[in-house]
């Protein structure tokens, strides 16, 4: 006999379905809630709302576990490139040589854009933020593509949409930062590698063609792949609610990159180092900071602390703060913000009001310090994370669709006036 739960209300008795997930995690089916009894749930912020069955990526917070489509995210990071990690969150399986091959062929025969999409970027101000500059063309390739405006959520035609999504990001994220920097645009490079060709459109000269470190690219890789899926984070929801009114991939993705950017979610990468360098000039001491965060009166937060689901370490901050030194010590590089990282992290572990709240360092808490050490500058951490996270929102959209979703449509309890008579302007 299948789980049942049953809700009391005035007397009455409701029974509602248990769901079981493959992984064990239980869920109360409240569809026929409202039909039923009149009664909705309050649940803001969504804390405790499933809002769709997936079989992309599994969390378990309580235990610091993270899988990609049934793989350790540890063995992912360690053994394979973004572009397999990628195949692997958009198809379901890893790709053979032969699928990685064509895959790759496909993004790299998708990297260069149309020279009247380049136009674009010299309207924007030199200061432009590159994530505004990033969901702007984001929106502005299904211009020049409408053919991906009525995109088949699987065949050959889905296909060359993801790839092409997965290239053009990786192009728009490096001209929106040579623009900003007054720098002339480098067209990609069809020899390199996803990595390798991103890292060239950022950096090369013309005089000087930018090398390709393999430490550089391995850990450009590790970066893209921790961030490449993460289930209903704030972003990949915005993927989901705007993609279930049947907007195309393009716009879906694009209100991604504005739900990104925000601080307390991927903007947070940057934030971090802001905070870690704000408390490197001041010289003050850590328990100033520490007091900060704690005082409900502050808005200080320690950025790159906590997480909705996490409550134990991130795995992904465990192995970005491994690369960070390994890196570090390859490129005989240091950096004085890692110091103050990891004193923070030290200190939080001792203090109550972190370890009551299970308080732990994020992804965002070692991924700015890794992104220094590769070059990349401050205005486009959050630019990465959007490239990184790019497959988990392609393969979300497309399981909406796959899934025939109802469109999103939250219900809310009304605290407004109630009927008011009207009062003419003249008489107010
Ligand atoms: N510093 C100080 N206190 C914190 C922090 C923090 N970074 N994070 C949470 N808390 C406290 C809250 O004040 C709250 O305390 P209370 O119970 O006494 O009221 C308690 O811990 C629970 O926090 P919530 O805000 O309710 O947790 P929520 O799940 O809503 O928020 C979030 C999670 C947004 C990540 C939060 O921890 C935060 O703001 N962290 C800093 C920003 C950050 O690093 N964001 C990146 C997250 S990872 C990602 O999105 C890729």
């Avoid at 009455?12 to 569809?31: A, H, L, M």
């Avoid at 692997?88 to 790709?95: D, R």
């Avoid at 032969?98 to 895959?103: I, K, P």
């Avoid at 209100?255 to 903007?267: K, M, R, T």
């Amino acid at each position: 006999m299948s789980e049942k739960a049953t809700l009391k209300i005035d007397g009455k008795s409701f029974e509602f379905d248990v769901i079981t997930g493959s992984e064990n995690e239980k869920c109360i089916d409240i569809q026929k809630l409202r039909s039923e009894t009149g009664y909705i749930t309050m649940d803001p912020g969504l804390g405790n709302t499933g809002s769709c069955y997936s079989s992309i990526t599994y969390v378990d917070g309580a235990k610091g576990i993270l899988k990609y489509r049934g793989y350790p995210i540890e063995e992912l990071a360690e053994k394979t490139v973004f572009t397999e990690t990628a195949y692997l969150i958009l198809y379901g399986e890893l790709p053979t040589e032969t699928q990685l091959q064509e895959f790759s062929y496909r993004i790299r025969e998708q990297a260069p854009i149309h020279t009247n999409l380049e136009h674009h970027f010299s309207g924007f101000p030199q200061n432009a933020p590159p994530m505004a500059i990033l969901s702007a063309m984001l929106n502005l390739v299904s211009c020049f593509h409408p053919e991906v405006l009525e995109v088949p959520t699987t065949g050959a035609e889905f296909d060359r949409t993801a790839a092409l999504l997965m290239s053009k990001v990786r192009t728009i994220a490096a001209f929106a930062y040579r623009m900003a920097s007054g720098k002339p645009i480098n067209h990609p490079n069809p020899n390199l590698t996803y990595c390798g060709n991103f890292l060239h459109m950022m950096f090369s000269d013309p005089y000087h063609q930018y090398e390709v470190s393999p430490v550089i690219d391995k850990a450009l890789n590790l970066f893209l792949i921790l961030h490449a899926d993460h289930e209903q984070n704030c972003s990949t929801s915005t993927v989901r609610v705007v993609g279930s009114s049947r907007a195309n991939l393009f716009s879906s993705v694009a209100a991604g990159v504005c739900a990104l950017w925000g601080p307390l979610h991927g903007g947070a990468n940057a934030a971090v180092i802001n905070m870690l360098g704000a408390i490197k000039a001041s010289g003050r001491p850590l328990t100033y900071y520490l007091s900060r965060a704690k005082d409900k009166d502050d808005p200080f937060r320690l950025m790159g602390f906590g997480h909705r689901i996490y409550k134990n370490f991130d795995p992904r901050s465990l192995i970005l703060k491994k690369q960070v030194h390994d890196v570090l010590q390859a490129l005989n590089l240091e950096d004085g913000l890692l110091e103050i990282a990891m004193e923070l992290e030290e200190a939080t572990l001792q203090d109550d009001y972190f370890i009551s709240r299970n308080l732990y360092p994020n992804v965002d808490f070692y991924s700015g310090i890794l992104l220094r050490a590769l070059g990349i500058p401050l205005n486009m951490y959050t630019v990465m994370f959007a490239i990184g996270r790019m497959p988990g929102w392609i393969a979300n959209w497309q399981e909406l669709h796959d899934h025939k979703l109802r469109i999103s449509r939250p219900r809310q309890i009304f605290t407004g006036e109630t009927e008011r008579p009207f009062i003419p302007l003249s008489a107010r």
